[in-house]
């Protein structure tokens, strides 16, 4: 798991050359899940020293699972950015496809509102994925290692970006969805992300500004 994310590290710059090109993946999710895999790193970083540190031995359990759940959500973050790279490719491979006879605009239709599909479920992933690092950063900020709480903060912002930009992929996905159904569970799901990570992201600012 973690040679991957050496890997990644290593190719950070040509992450960041494919971002920068014309190509359009990656894009803005598959960035917001490198985002996500960023801030569960710090948050595993903070509690790692955390358990250095004698002066919290009354906490070190609790650092133990945080650096458990970090480096687990940070290894879900990093599968979730190819996932979300094929999901909207599938939707520029459409776009490509004929739409010279009534059955090929039939069809091309058809196929693209599945791309579609998928192209929000890849982004509300990440949200949900977003929203459980902003309730581990609620948890790492009760270790109450003052010396790191910025990092703490740095780790709380990187997660609410993430969750942000992922809930702006979905929603522009939704603009061109037809299927009320789908829509309508993939906003009911976005919303409760959404209200569960304000909630701890205020409690967690509380904290860190105490």
Do not use: W
């Amino acid at each position: 798991m973690f040679a991957r994310m050496r890997r990644l590290v290593l190719n950070f710059d040509d992450y960041l050359d494919r971002l920068a090109s014309s190509d359009p993946t990656p894009g803005g999710g598959s960035a917001a899940a490198l985002t996500g895999a960023m801030a569960a790193a710090l948050l595993a970083m903070v509690a790692r020293i955390t358990l250095g540190s004698e002066k919290h031995t009354s906490v070190h359990p609790l650092a133990r699972r945080i650096v458990h759940d970090a480096d687990a959500l940070r290894a879900d973050f990093v599968a979730a950015r190819p996932i979300d790279e094929a999901a909207y490719g599938a939707v520029i491979a459409v776009q490509a496809l004929p739409r010279g006879s009534e059955h090929e605009k039939r069809e091309r239709m058809e196929r693209m509102q599945i791309a579609l599909t998928g192209a929000a479920e890849a982004p509300l992933s990440v949200a949900g994925l977003a929203t459980d690092a902003i309730r581990l950063a609620e948890l790492t900020a009760a270790l109450g290692n003052d010396h790191l709480m910025s990092d703490v903060d740095c780790a709380l912002r990187l997660a609410r970006a993430a969750l942000d930009a992922s809930a702006a992929n979905v929603k522009v996905n939704h603009r061109f969805l037809k299927n009320a159904e789908v829509i309508t569970a993939q906003a009911s799901r976005l919303a409760a992300f959404l209200d569960t990570a304000t909630a701890a992201e205020r409690r967690t600012l509380r904290r860190i500004s105490a």
